[in-house]
Structure formats: structure tokens, C-alpha cells
């Protein structure tokens, strides 16, 4: 079977079932985005609503997906909704959720409860998260390459990070080709740029946010939400990976882990990006009161370039840097 899902979740479960775990924001947002969003629109979604959940709901009717995990908490506001215009279709829809106080029981609760409905052994789940921290282990590597030796850029370290969240569907073929561009990144000249970035917040629907930095001398060496993403903690034990897990809980819990790599990346300065319509943009009050070095925030809408007064509002923050 192939398993869509929402945002990260305990991914190990799906794997360790037998079957084939897609994330659709990563179809979504790889495809014909713009499509996937017309396209929810004509049946009735709203224009003000994620462009992320509209794309979704395509994807899942346009792919050869049978069953759809939903995080109806932890993620998106929006998502019970979605899971119940896709029910409507008769798309198979399994609720999972993240506790917002981080209480390890209730955490523990539902990954047994996923485990039960896809009838698979604990035991059998712990022997695929080995499997996949061996390649997390990797990642961790090529996010070293990227704020220590300067080797990587920041559009690559999204692509292996972000896509880290399924592994593609096939951990072996991803696992193979990162050794081959992780070999290749080792050999590289250390890449020549003024301005050390973090990137905060879920990944763009900007296309082309992270070469216009490195054409304006600015490399994103933190990809907040992609990195983690990869599980970057490499827990012991599942629950307590998916308890250090940021992305799920509160933005204070982000920010403890945001204010760390900060210092340790050596960061001039971050952008936050705020999806249109989206609860988090309320977070992002909070991440500018409590981040300490020079913050611009961005906001995307629909999938596509950078539009002209983002552009310049960037350019105007990497020249305020300079000077």
C-alpha cells in the first residue's frame, strides 16, 4: 500500500508494515503545484485557505495513494478539515496526534495505536528506526558539510533534509544517491559567501528563495524545520525521538532549539518564512521577540518565484547587514 501523510510522523510504523509512506507536500510542492491548487479551488476550497492543503487534497486524488495518515494535531489547523473532504472520497483517513504538552504517554499511546492498525510488532519497528538513523546519521554529516566546511549549499540542504521525512519511499535508492553527493560535496572547494543565514519556519513555497540568496552573497547554513525533519537528536527509543521532535509543539520549544544552533552555526542573521493563511504566522511574533540577531520575516502565498517586493525587501535586509 501506499501511505500519503500530512507532515512527519513516526514513519518507521509504515515501513516496518511493508508498505510505501509518501509525504504529499513533497509531491505537492515537486509537481505541477499550481495545478494542485486551481484544482482544489474549482471543486469549492477557499482562496484564503493554505495553498499547502489545497495541493494536498489534489495530490491524493490525482495519485495512486490508498490510505492517508492525517496529524490532526501538531501540524496544521486546517488538517481535520482536509481528512474529511478526502473521506468524502472515500480515501481510507487515519488520525494521528501530537500532544501539545508533550506528555509522553499520550505520545506513547498513539504510536501503539498506529502500530496496532497496521498490525505490526514493536520489536519489528525499533529494527527499521536503526535502519533509518544509519542514514540520519548521514544526514547529520551533511549538515556539518554545510555550516562547518561550507561545502553545501542551502538549497541542497534543504533537498536532503526536507525529503528526509519519507526518504523518498525507498530508503535504499535515498541512502545511495546522499553517499554519492555526500562523496562529491567532500571534494568540493568551500563555497565563498558574505552572509551565514538560518532559514526558520516550514519550507517554501518560494521556488527560487534559496538561489536568490547565494546570488546576493547570502548562504543558509540552518534549515530549521527540514533538519528536523531528519530526527537530528538520534534517540534511543522512538517516543522520545518524536517527544524532541520541535516542529509538532510550541514555539518555545523551537526557540531552545533555534538560540543553540545560532550560536553554534555563527548566524548573521535569520529569515523567518510565514505561509499565507497559516495559524503559525502567529508564532512568528514571538520567534522576532526572542531572537536576538537581525530577523526578517516573508511570507509565500502560491507556489512560484519570488515575487518583486519580496525580492527587494530581501535585498534591502542583506544591504542593512553590510552596512
Known amino acids: 500500500m501506499i501511505i500519503g501523510f500530512t507532515t512527519s ?30 484544482d482544489a479551488e474549482f471543486i469549492g476550497y477557499p482562496r484564503n485557505i493554505c495553498s499547502w492543503i489545497k495541493g494536498m487534497y489534489s495530490v491524493v486524488l490525482s495519485s495512486e495513494i490508498d490510505a492517508v495518515i492525517g496529524v490532526v494535531e501538531g501540524d496544521c489547523s486546517n488538517t481535520q478539515s482536509l481528512m474529511a473532504t478526502l473521506k468524502d472520497k472515500d480515501i481510507e483517513i487515519i488520525p494521528f496526534s501530537f500532544s501539545y504538552n508533550k506528555n509522553r504517554q499520550e505520545l506513547k499511546r498513539e504510536i501503539t495505536k498506529l502500530e496496532e492498525y ?22 547529520i554529516y551533511l549538515d556539518e558539510l554545510t555550516y562547518k566546511e561550507n561545502k553545501v549549499t542551502g538549497l541542497e540542504n534543504h533537498f536532503w533534509l526536507v525529503n528526509s521525512s519519507d526518504f523518498n519511499g525507498d530508503p535504499d535508492n535515498y541512502e545511495n544517491r546522499l ?19 538560518g532559514y526558520l519556519g516550514v519550507p517554501p513555497i518560494i521556488t527560487d528563495l534559496y538561489y536568490f540568496l547565494l546570488e546576493n552573497d547570502a548562504n543558509v547554513v540552518f534549515n530549521e524545520i527540514q533538519r528536523q525533519f531528519a530526527m537530528p537528536y538520534m534517540e534511543e527509543d522512538l517516543t522520545d525521538q518524536y517527544l524532541k521532535y520541535t516542529y509538532p ?14 550560536k553554534k552555526r555563527k548566524l548573521d542573521a535569520v529569515i523567518s518564512y510565514s505561509q499565507s493563511f497559516c495559524h503559525r504566522q502567529i508564532d512568528n511574533m514571538l520567534l522576532k521577540k ?6 526578517l520575516t516573508i511570507e509565500g502565498d502560491q507556489p512560484g518565484d ?7 525587501r530581501i535585498e534591502s535586509f542583506l544591504d542593512m547587514l553590510r552596512y
Open 9 to 38: 510522523f513516526p514513519v518507521e510504523i509504515i515501513y516496518a508494515a511493508g508498505h510505501k509512506p509518501v509525504d504529499l507536500n513533497n509531491i505537492f510542492i515537486t509537481g505541477n503545484a499550481k495545478k494542485y491548487v486551481e
Open 118 to 139: 497496521f498490525n505490526v510488532p514493536h520489536s519489528k519497528v525499533m529494527e527499521v528506526k536503526m535502519r533509518l538513523d544509519r542514514i540520519r546519521k548521514k544526514l
Open 290 to 295: 526572542y531572537i536576538d540577531i537581525p530577523f
Open 249 to 262: 509543539y510550541t514555539v518555545f520549544d523551537r526557540l531552545e532549539d533555534i538560540k543553540v544552533e545560532i
Open 306 to 312: 519570488l515575487d518583486a517586493r519580496t525580492s527587494l
Open 179 to 197: 553517499d554519492q553527493f555526500v562523496l562529491e560535496a567532500e571534494n568540493r572547494e568551500s563555497l565563498k559567501f558574505n552572509f551565514r543565514l
